[in-house]
């Protein structure tokens, strides 16, 4: 299967794009010969910005092929109109599609040799799709110097089932090998150079759920990779819920929960059960399980090939992938996950988000958690912290020496408000200040040309100079004043509390199943 994928793909490095240039500049209408496939795509003439959306990068992940690795694309005859975004993975299987965003040239040309940027959505691991990131938000920040790829990958149990019969029969983790196969699409075949980008120079960059799945491409293959996919890595609220060996009893018994509620539980053979089955029917069984044991009912799990050992402790290794870290996470990130309404205390949360907790542990987290407010306050906290804000300094540490962190604190700074800050097009951002917008939104630019966010792409911005996060544990505060609403962008330095506390996160994630 190696040599046909090596087939299939290898055509991108000898395809070449072509332009249809007719008089009127509205009509520019780039293409792209890929070698299995030719796709049209369009320029926008507002901005000069082309696109070409739901290209195939893989085959369809149906019949056979559901539960297993992305299989090479088959060769496609006739012209592909790539002006429409493709469907999402929650919605169909047949999802495994990218959209490409670059500043064209006059005629449509593409640039050469631009930093690239992948982009993968979050939504939990279970929604999200490549039409809500608009590429052209990205390139405008970055004053026209990068091309950006929004990926798709499978979701819920099409791409996270596990269990030993997922290993026996099919592939673990397939959602995240969807999200490889597309970084080698990018990279490995040079299929990017023909839309202007430099494969050399790719940074992956994701938001929760995706920002998670930027935390397992950093650890995959035990950070040994090859070949080298990406450069730099940027996480925007960094979220690693428990993530089980594939045959721990907790993947198991979800395992077992989709037999039940598929009835393929006294199937002979289970596996060939589920891919017989309607995808309709699929899909309602990742709605009806919503949470299970303490996660989510179908996040990533430790493989042992992709993914060889659990995430905090191939960070504590230092074994990733990448050579720069970016990491920014909202100063309450927890309390959206939390339902407000239940009164109990940290250490009584803490044993029900984690069950293999046992009363020790929770007393710790009483104690370290007691000083913070309200009992609602420490519950938020606990989970903001264990799950999404601790990570993010064990990415830091792991990139020691070479990673920066900012922290996003503009009212009331909940988990995914930056994203409006990014993409705009997708949602006004609620702080309408042009120098504060421009200040943070460039910081990732910046870092995606130049891994540092000191090189900045407008030297105007007001973001001072912001050291690396070994430096006096420094971060960058991007805020707003309280009484007249100015911006504040600033240096500061960690809480040692908080550092405190992720200490102990860190230490019991045998525990946690982080």
Known sequence: MVSLKLRALSVCAAATLLFATPPVRAQVTPI?????????????????????????????????????????????SGMQLATTQPIGCSITEDCLYLNVYYPST?????????????????????????????????????NNGIVVVVIQYRLGL???LAGSE?????????????????????????CISKFGGDPTKVTIWGESAGAGSVLQQVIAHGGQTKPKLFRGAITSSSWLPSQYRFDDPVPELAFNEV?????????????????????????AVNGNIS????????????????????????????????????????????????????SITAANYSLELFPNFGPAQARVVGALYAGLGTDQFQVNAVYGESILICPT??????????????????????????????????????FNNAAFINAFAQSFTSFIINLDPNIKVDTTTITPHWNKFDIGDTEMLFN??????????????????????????????????Q
């Not at 010969?33 to 030719?38: R, S, V």
């Not at 997922?166 to 040079?190: I, S």
């Not at 070479?402 to 609620?430: C, N, Q, T, V, W």
Request: charged share 15%; aromatic share 12%; hydrophobic share 40%.
């Open 32 to 76: 792209v010969d890929l070698g299995y496939a030719q796709y049209q795509g369009a320029v926008n003439t507002d901005n000069n910005i082309a696109h070409f959306f739901g290209i195939r990068f893989a085959a369809p992940p149906i019949g056979d092929l559901r539960f297993r690795a992305p299989q090479p694309p088959a060769n496609i």
């Open 166 to 190: 997922v290993k026996k029969d099919g592939d673990l983790n397939a959602g995240l090998l969807d999200q490889d196969f597309a970084l080698r699409w990018v990279n490995k075949y040079a």
């Open 106 to 142: 006059e005629g449509g040309a593409p640039p050469k040799n631009l930093p690239t940027l992948v982009w993968i959505y979050g939504g939990g691991y279970t929604s999200g799709q490549a039409a809500g990131y608009n590429g052209e938000d990205i390139i405008r920040q970055s």
């Open 291 to 342: 949470r299970f044991k303490g996660t989510i009912p179908f996040p990533p799990v430790v493989d042992e090939v992709f993914i060889t050992q659990r995430p905090t402790l191939s960070l504590l290794e230092g074994k990733v992938n990448g050579d720069a870290f970016l990491g920014v996470v909202n100063a309450f990130e927890g309390t959206v996950f939390v339902d407000q309404s239940i």
């Open 158 to 160: 099409f791409g996270f």
């Open 259 to 283: 037999l039940t509620q598929t009835n393929c539980a006294t199937a002979t053979d289970s596996m060939s059960c589920l891919r017989a089955l309607d995808t309709a029917v699929l899909q």
């Open 480 to 513: 707003q004043t309280a009484v007249d609403g100015l911006p504040v962008v600033q240096p500061i330095e960690t809480s040692l509390d908080l550092l405190e506390r992720c200490l102990f996160w860190n230490s019991v994630g045998s525990l946690t199943a």
């Open 393 to 430: 300094y064990y990415l830091l540490n792991a990139f020691r020496g070479r990673a920066f962190k900012g922290e996003f604190a503009i009212p009331p700074a909940l988990h995914s408000m930056d994203l409006a800050y990014y993409f705009p097009s997708r949602s006004a951002p609620p």
